[in-house]
């Protein structure tokens, strides 16, 4: 009746009997203690599952380099960040046309000695996936042309912005060093790549791993739950003599199961017990604690935060396809990164109104149509027949009726109707 379900008395009892028994593990409740739960407490130790916390910067990089589920989303789109990094190229705005050399191409191609263009964008997305932010110490030259001649990646975990007053908030940077001592660097010697952040006090970005802490939480949690029941030869059990039993087993048949299971000669062993008994898992039970089921939801949504479909990760079937898989990489999240980097340099350098550094979209193979949605595209359109050679790359033929719109049966421009009367 009205949603509610009767229960017996008997019934009720035994629920708050269960209910202090699993508090009587933590401890006293209302004076009462669980003294079985407390002797086998020793055997449950590290199978909890600890407290989930948001994640620092430098618990941000130690999520990075320990759960392989982060660095294999951050890695794969970092490195497409490097690969389409190849087709930065700089447009010259009042010139209306690209530049071919130039010292911001100069710049990018060899950020310094030790990284090439491919390797400094994808060591700059890491840093932007990982912390919402990533900072490049570029000093710039003095004189006419301030291009700096070499550029250089922060590591986030090692960055702490330094606050000025009311007139210049921004102060500058505070590097760590390896030898422990701090290091000021000027605001006008590197620049900032930014997620906003709604926190109007802070200067860094907003992080999606901290985002989805709680559920990398629950990863790092039952990986280490899995690693401690290995440890320990599996779950833990506890074996009693069987409730069922006709009579209650006798002092001499309870030391017999004890001596026969906690042998350590019949480790991995089948034993004939005289007596029947019960087993009871008190360890890690995937089904019973659903880890499994937690770590894949903590992967959809660490893929959901970085708006990659969760079946390319996962290697589904509708991603069995290379080129579409590499296709929607590049389109939703390699290209705009490698976008925002160049933005953001051009910004610092002062050369927004006059150059774009951008990628050239046409010049990457898998975004092209393939031949049949070109054709397919051409006929829609009523290409002409020179339109539909020249996509197959064949020579035009030079006469007025090729260039022509190829029209089907029974269609006509619309001028053509005014030629005729409906009433004749």
Known sequence: MFGLNIIKTSELKALKSLENEVKGYYGETDGFVNQYLQ???????????????????LEIKNAYETLAPVMGVINYIADNVGEVAKYLELYDI????????????????????????????????????????????????????????EMYIIPGQRVEIDRGGITAPFKGI????????????????????????????????????????????????????????????????VITPSAHAAAPALPQQVDDIEQKTNAQKNANKN???????????????????????SHKDAINVLCFVYKLPVDIYLGQSKYENAKEAKKTIYEQLAIPLCNEFAEDLIHYLGLSDQFELTVDTDKIEVLKKN???????????????????????????EEDWADKPIMPLGVQFGNEASDFDINE
Not at 102 to 114: M, T, W
Not at 122 to 138: E, H, M, P, R, S
Not at 376 to 383: G, I, R, S, T, Y
């Open 371 to 397: 031949r049949g949605e070109t054709l397919d595209d051409l006929a829609k359109m009523h290409a002409t027949l020179n339109e539909l050679r020249e996509a197959n790359n064949y020579e035009r033929i």
């Open 174 to 237: 505070k590097l760590t060093g390896t030898s422990g001592k701090d290091e000021i660097l000027l605001e006008g010697n590197c620049f900032q790549s930014f997620d906003y952040n709604l926190d109007d006090t802070s200067f860094y970005g907003t992080s999606k791993i901290v985002a989805a802490a709680v559920y990398l939480t629950v990863i790092d949690r039952a990986m280490q739950r899995q690693a401690t029941t290995l440890k320990n030869g599996g779950p833990a059990n």
């Open 271 to 293: 034993i004939a017990m005289r007596t029947a008994i019960e087993v009871h898992k008190l360890g890690d039970n995937p089904a019973d604690l659903s880890i499994l089921s």
């Open 94 to 149: 009042k010139k209306d046309d690209y530049v071919d050399t130039h010292p911001i191409l100069d710049l990018l191609n060899k950020p310094n000695d030790r990284f090439t263009r491919r390797k400094f964008l994808t060591a700059w997305a890491i840093n932007k996936l990982l912390f919402g932010d990533a900072l490049v110490y570029a000093p710039k030259k003095a004189g006419k042309d301030r291009t700096p001649k």
């Open 39 to 57: 002797i086998i407490a020793p055997q449950l130790k590290g199978l909890e599952m600890g407290q989930l916390a948001r994640f620092s910067r």
